[in-house]
């Protein structure tokens, strides 16, 4: 399954390893957990939401399906954000 | 080549900051030895005792004096401590000598402003006509002469309403007891019109740039305000980067062939993320000096416009730099204060890198 995606606000995020975000479209700046930089990072390589999840298994040790429900929560956020 | 000589007004940082200062800066930077001249309206404006600030100042009768007597102020300055330019930075200011080009080029004064019409279509009254030619939303605004007019707009819009004046301020108001000393207060100050304006539920953003006089930019620099003082100034601000404001700029710019600084003040509007063009300042703002830190000198190119030498486009600071106002003490000697208090009518240089006053 992929993602589709406002690649333009999704690409121009700024992060950084501590997982400090800043939109340079609305100057908003917020901060993720370790998880979500993942998740960023991944959306802005491209991949599909199934990419992220095995992922996050492979690097958690996590049930797929507790994975995918907290992916798809935080792509909600995402979204209301306007990035995807 | 012949060093730099230019004037510059609106000298007062603290809590309502002129450019001034800041430009004052950006030219040094670019023309260590430039020969910079300050206007002032107050001896206390604090820009005046800032360590590599103008090497002479001189006191000017306020805008409200009319025409005449700004021009023969400004002749005995120039008589006292000659000039080639004049960068004005105060919207009064600039209101009243865009009509007036061809009156300093015979005092040997230079300027670069917008043409009075122009001026006009993006002042706070048409704001409304121009932002729809331009497919720009701006709140809904209504002029009015007096407060008795305000009171009759405010009603039919329904209170809170912003009252505001044609140049300065703004003042959100409540109920009609507000609104009329509110207005009383701006009528004093600035005189009519007021406008009454919807107020907007959003973030405040701003873009700086340099229109070339053709339709076209020298450069650009767009703001979210972070941190607003109680007075609406934005004390912080950080660099974003949003196609749709360029796209705005680059209408305002291409409608009204703006030439020279102008600052244009948005609202997104958190009902539908749209912008609203809040207003447009004919002038450099008083962050001005930020981009300046950030390799985009928009005073030193206006500078290099004005004197018709070849400008490159000016570089966008990178989205996420920020600046915050950070205020500081200057200090100065009550003789300073005592020789431009007592300047007008007749011109009484200081000298600020030798802490002593000559006649």
């Known amino acids: 399954m992929t993602v589709e995606t406002d690649l ?6 700024m992060l950084n390893e501590r997982g400090f975000v800043f939109d340079p479209n609305t100057g908003e700046s917020y901060q993720v957990s370790g998880t979500g930089l993942l998740c960023l990072r991944a959306l802005q390589r491209g991949a599909s939401i199934d990419e992220v999840v095995a992922q996050l298994v492979t690097s958690h040790d996590v049930e797929r399906i507790t994975v995918r429900c907290d992916v798809d929560a935080f792509l909600w956020d995402l979204k209301q ?3 995807l | 080549m012949k060093p730099i000589r230019i004037a510059v007004s609106g000298m007062h940082r603290g809590e309502n900051p002129q450019p001034g200062a800041s430009i004052a800066a950006a030219i040094r930077q670019a023309w260590p030895d430039a020969f910079i001249v300050g206007l002032v309206y107050n001896a206390f404006e604090s820009g005046v005792y800032v360590a590599g600030g103008p090497d002479v100042c001189h006191a000017m009768p306020y805008p409200t004096a009319g025409l005449g007597p700004y021009l023969t102020r400004l002749a005995e300055v120039r008589a006292a401590t000659p000039f080639d330019w004049f ?3 105060l919207d009064a200011e600039i209101v009243m000598l865009a009509g007036a080009s061809e009156e300093l080029a015979e005092l040997g004064i230079g300027v670069r402003l917008p043409d009075p019409a122009v001026l006009a279509r993006c002042g706070k009254a048409q704001l409304s006509a121009l932002a729809e030619h331009c497919e720009v939303a701006t709140p809904a605004t209504a002029i009015a002469r007096d407060v008795g007019e305000a009171l009759e707009h405010a009603e039919a819009a329904g209170y809170p309403v912003f009252l505001k004046g044609p140049f300065y301020d703004a003042v959100l108001v409540h109920n009609p007891a507000g609104l009329a000393a509110a207005g009383a207060a701006i009528l004093a100050d600035w ?3 007021l406008l009454v304006q919807e107020p907007l539920l959003g973030t405040e953003f701003n873009v700086m740039g340099l229109g070339d006089g053709k339709g076209g930019l020298l450069g650009s620099c767009a703001l979210r305000k972070l941190i607003v003082s109680d007075k609406g100034k934005g004390n912080g601000s950080v660099v974003v980067r949003d196609l749709r404001l360029d796209e705005i700029t680059r209408r305002v ?3 009204t062939h ?63 730099r920020f600046f915050l106002r950070h205020q500081i003490e200057v200090s100065g000697d009550m003789g300073q204060i005592s020789a431009l208090l007592d300047a007008l009518p007749n011109s009484i240089n200081h000298n600020l890198t030798s802490n002593s006053i000559s006649a």
């Open chain 1, 8 to 13: 333009t606000r999704l690409e121009d995020l």
């Open chain 2, 253 to 255: 710019m291409a409608a």
């Open chain 2, 87 to 89: 960068i004005p930075t």
């Open chain 2, 258 to 320: 703006w030439s020279g600084p102008f600052e244009l003040e948005f609202i997104r509007d958190q009902r539908d993320d749209g912008y609203r063009l809040i207003e447009i300042n004919p002038r450099f703002p008083a962050w001005v000096g930020f981009p300046a830190q950030l390799g985009a000198n928009f005073p030193a190119a206006w500078v290099e416009w004005m004197l018709q030498r070849p400008v490159r486009l000016l570089p966008q600071p990178a989205p996420g």
């Open chain 1, 81 to 83: 954000l306007g990035w």
């Open chain 2, 191 to 193: 005189g009519p019109p």
